[in-house]
């Protein structure tokens, strides 16, 4: 940690090891949002939650008054006060150890497990790597590890080096990334980030050319397209972005199939990957 003392001026490691625990219900009315938010089938009581959906149960409730410029949360509280302009959700690995249910009351007890600074292109870079683990009643279902990254906003948007496309994928589909699919998509998460709403703020503030999709929405799309085109049940799931995608790109979803899963990203054709991801199937 002596480089995040030096660096960012601040002592981070009495963070590490802090928890939380909230508690959540994904209901019938929930399910409906994100099955015409998503494109999954809305589900009744008692049927299966769709992977990934927790995160439309598990949502950030803080006041309006309580949050910063860019929508965030204001610094502090369980996330450490980092001074970079900048949040994102860079990435993360979820194992999937029992389904959840809709209707069903959620736990999901969080541990901030690392803080680790590295030197970016543009400045210091603040990874913080979370770890949930969510229960129904008093059985484990699912593990993630989040991994939130905080850096500056650069004079100019500087898009990060292109990584191609597959060139001969065994899966690519088409996905219409609209303003009101991002819109919707913050409302049934409850994220106020402006980059995905507001183009004047994304544009004049943060500099990107135009609306930011959505990590979380990129790889509930890659997984969603994985399992309607395998047919398999996923056992883990990782993710990670590269590049962000904007409203105005022709986003494609493109998946090629490896001995016990698929490798994953969303991109354009002909073109740079927005997000990597892959799959493990459960064993037969």
């Known amino acids: 940690m002596e480089g995040v003392q030096t660096i960012l001026k601040t002592d981070f490691t009495q963070w590490i090891g802090r928890t939380q625990q909230d508690h959540a219900v994904f209901d019938e009315s929930a399910s409906a949002r994100h099955a015409a938010t998503v494109g999954f089938d809305a589900g009744r009581a008692g049927a ?12 950030p ?11 965030h949360p204001k ?13 994102m959700w860079a990435g993360g690995t979820l194992t999937f150890h029992a389904p959840l249910h809709i209707g069903a009351r959620l736990t999901r007890h969080s541990e901030i497990k690392s803080i680790t ?8 870079m603040l990874f913080v790597s979370l770890a949930h683990a969510i229960f129904e009643d008093d059985r484990l279902c699912v593990e993630e590890t989040q991994d939130i990254v ?25 996905v219409a990334v609209t303003e009101p699919l991002l819109f919707r998509f913050s409302a049934i998460t409850f994220n106020a980030h402006r980059i995905h709403y507001d183009l004047p703020y994304a544009k004049s503030v943060e500099k990107y050319p135009g609306l ?10 890659l997984l969603r397209a994985a399992i309607r085109h395998s047919g398999r049940d996923v056992r883990q799931f990782q993710f990670r972005g590269i590049h962000p995608m904007f409203h105005f790109d ?5 998946g090629e199939t490896t001995e016990d899963g698929m490798k994953l990203c969303t991109g354009l054709v002909d073109g740079h990957q927005g997000m990597q991801a892959t799959t493990i199937w459960e064993e037969k």
């Open 61 to 71: 409730n803080v006041d309006t008054t309580e949050l910063s410029n860019d929508g």
């Open 212 to 221: 930011v999709v959505h990590g979380p929405l990129q790889a509930m799309l």
């Open 48 to 59: 299966v939650m769709p992977l990934l959906s927790h995160w439309c149960a598990f949502t």
């Open 250 to 254: 022709d986003m494609h979803l493109f």
């Open 75 to 87: 610094l502090g509280g369980f996330l450490p006060p980092v001074h970079l302009a900048r949040r």
């Open 150 to 174: 905080y850096l500056n906003i650069p004079q100019v948007f500087v898009p990060p080096k292109p990584k191609p496309v597959p060139s001969t994928p065994d899966m690519i589909e088409a």
């Open 117 to 124: 600074e590295k030197e970016g292109a543009n400045g210091p």
